[in-house]
């Protein structure tokens, strides 16, 4: 009777978001782990199911730049959020106080059904809170530029870090030196 080779693996899934599935399954992937599926989760996410041999060699050294690059990832996607937040917020922010300067001015036209001068003055703040509505795309649009220009450099550097840590991993599972 023949014997079959045993191996025995370890099993772990992970979810990320749908834009990063590609990115994260070359980094587990350099640390020895085999994708076996990938199934759509909950608000634009995936599960990757992952699996390894338990007998993996360097396996400490390959864990411990495991977590170095699930760090820097998580970085990665922090600084790439951060690109637009602020501006978004700020946008948010001056939609709103526009559009209660647009209302302002049609509830001063539709109060004052006699008065010419609260006529005028409604449709001149109406006039107003539209101006406001229309500037705020073009401000969100130059304070998020002017954050992804300062933002873009430290994402360049955490991606050369990344791809150093994923260059280590694939190394070690390369070399058969104990």
Request: hydrophobic letters at 40%; proline letters at 2%; one cysteine or more.
């Amino acid at each position: 009777m023949q014997e079959k080779d045993f191996v025995s693996y370890e099993y772990r899934t992970k979810t990320v978001k749908a834009k990063d599935q590609s990115k994260a399954m070359d980094m587990y992937e350099a640390f020895g782990w085999e994708i076996t599926s990938a199934s759509p989760s909950l608000a634009d996410g995936i599960t990757l199911s992952l699996k390894r041999d338990r007998r993996q060699k360097h396996k400490q050294e390959l864990t411990k730049l495991e977590r170095q690059a699930e760090e820097v990832f998580a970085t990665i996607n922090a600084l790439e959020k951060e690109k637009t937040f602020f501006a978004t917020v700020i946008a948010i922010v001056f939609g709103v106080i526009a559009t209660l300067v647009l209302g302002g001015g049609m509830s001063m036209v539709m109060l004052e059904t006699g008065s010419v001068s609260y006529l005028v003055g409604g449709i001149l703040l109406g006039l107003a809170g539209i101006a406001l509505c229309c500037i705020n795309y073009p401000l969100y649009k130059v304070i998020a530029e002017k954050k992804t220009k300062q933002v873009l450099p430290l994402i360049d550097d955490n991606e050369e870090k990344l791809a150093s840590i994923l260059e280590k991993g694939n190394y070690l599972l390369r070399t058969d030196i104990i």
